[in-house]
């Protein structure tokens, strides 16, 4: 029987900031940063004693600190953009902070720099977790709706991580809301040009020449099978159709190395049922974004939730290597 002290939980300097270590005795193992919006910087899942990283983090805090590519941010109470940061919210026009100067946007949320509280850790025989916490004050201009963010990163053994997302209005009044994750992950040795994409059943959203939706949505087939990326560029949105069992997965795959990289998540109603693709110019990653709601969603509608005072949101996404 396993032992509980196959996992560990640490921290270590990461330049000014802290990192949380959680570890597996296989050599799996991920790395969060409380103090800058929670991100998740490494994750190490391993597959026939082989230990793969398969997220591109920060490798200096002051890399972190410029986030050029918000690397692993949390999307929240947004993900992408919001269109020149304006929206009318139960008749009331609010702007929120312009923080993509190119298409005068605001982008990814309110929390992908604030500091996060760790307010537990636990360790099982099969599993390893670390919860953290964000109380929202509603001090952010264009966006005064006072919320609880509480994240659940789980370890399970070699080859698989889990972050369960929780997100409660403390506030007085309904609020809009939305989430999202922006991870860029690899896969072994090879660049993004050398691996295989499958998306699952979606539609793509068509947007306009400043990537706003325009409420279209097309077919889409490309990756409907296990294709190579090449040098396909993408900044593209999806609509997620149903799926079996409530679960969509994107797959990458590793054909030389045979390494799979599925990235689930919940598509259920109110759930993670829009999903994100970006393929920066470095090509040496891709952003496989599970998100709750369209881009703009703040305007348009498109899977955003409005929660009551008191009411509360959960729902998971993860990774498992094979």
Same mark, same amino acid.
């Given at each position: 029987m396993p032992l509980i002290e196959a996992y560990t939980i640490t921290t270590k300097p990461f330049g000014k900031f802290e990192q949380l270590c959680v570890n597996h005795q296989s050599g799996s193992g991920f790395t969060i940063i409380p103090g800058f919006g929670a991100v998740l910087n490494e994750l190490v899942l391993v597959k026939d004693q082989t230990a793969f990283s398969v997220i591109d983090g920060h490798t200096t805090d002051a890399m972190l600190l410029e986030n050029q590519w918000f690397r692993s941010a949390k999307l929240t109470p947004f993900p992408n953009r919001v269109n020149s940061g304006r929206y009318t919210f139960m008749g009331k026009?609010?702007?929120?902070?312009?923080? /993509?100067?190119?298409?005068?946007?605001?982008?990814?949320? $309110?929390?992908?720099?604030?500091? @996060? *509280? #760790? !307010?537990?850790?636990?360790?099982?025989?099969?599993?390893?977790?670390?919860?953290?916490?964000?109380?929202?004050?509603?001090?952010?201009?264009?966006?005064? /709706?006072?919320?609880?963010?509480?994240?659940?990163?789980? $370890?399970?053994?070699?080859?698989? @991580? *889990? #972050? !369960?997302?929780?997100?409660?209005?403390?506030?007085?009044?309904?609020?809009?809301?939305?989430?999202?994750?922006?991870?860029?992950?690899?896969?072994?040795?090879?660049?993004?040009?050398?691996?295989?994409?499958?998306?699952?059943?979606?539609?793509?959203?068509? *947007?306009?020449?400043?990537?706003?939706?325009?409420?279209?949505?097309?077919?889409?087939?490309?990756f409907e099978q296990l294709t190579p990326i090449g040098n396909t560029e993408l900044d593209t949105g999806f609509a997620i159709l149903p799926q079996p069992e409530n679960t969509a997965t994107t797959t990458l795959f590793n054909a030389t190395e045979n390494l799979t990289l599925n990235i689930w998540q919940q598509v259920k109603p109110n759930s993670y049922n829009y999903l994100q693709i970006f393929t920066p110019p470095h090509r040496q990653s891709i952003a496989i974004e599970p998100m709750t709601a369209a881009p703009d969603c703040f305007n348009n509608g498109m899977g955003l939730q409005m929660l009551q005072p008191g009411a509360i949101f959960t729902a998971s996404y993860g990774v498992v290597l094979q």
């Open positions: 026009l609010y702007q929120l902070p312009v923080n /993509f100067a190119p298409q005068h946007h605001a982008i990814h949320g $309110l929390v992908f720099n604030l500091p @996060f *509280t #760790c !307010t537990g850790s636990s360790i099982s025989e099969h599993q390893a977790s670390v919860s953290l916490q964000l109380h929202y004050t509603g001090n952010i201009q264009g966006y005064p /709706f006072p919320f609880l963010l509480q994240l659940v990163y789980v $370890l399970q053994e070699q080859n698989r @991580f *889990t #972050c !369960t997302t929780t997100f409660t209005n403390t506030g007085a009044a309904p609020l809009p809301f939305a989430d999202g994750w922006h991870p860029y992950f690899t896969l072994g040795s090879q660049t993004v040009n050398q691996l295989f994409l499958r998306l699952p059943a979606c539609r793509e959203l068509q *947007t306009n020449p400043l990537q706003i939706p325009t409420g279209q949505l097309l077919p889409y087939s490309k």
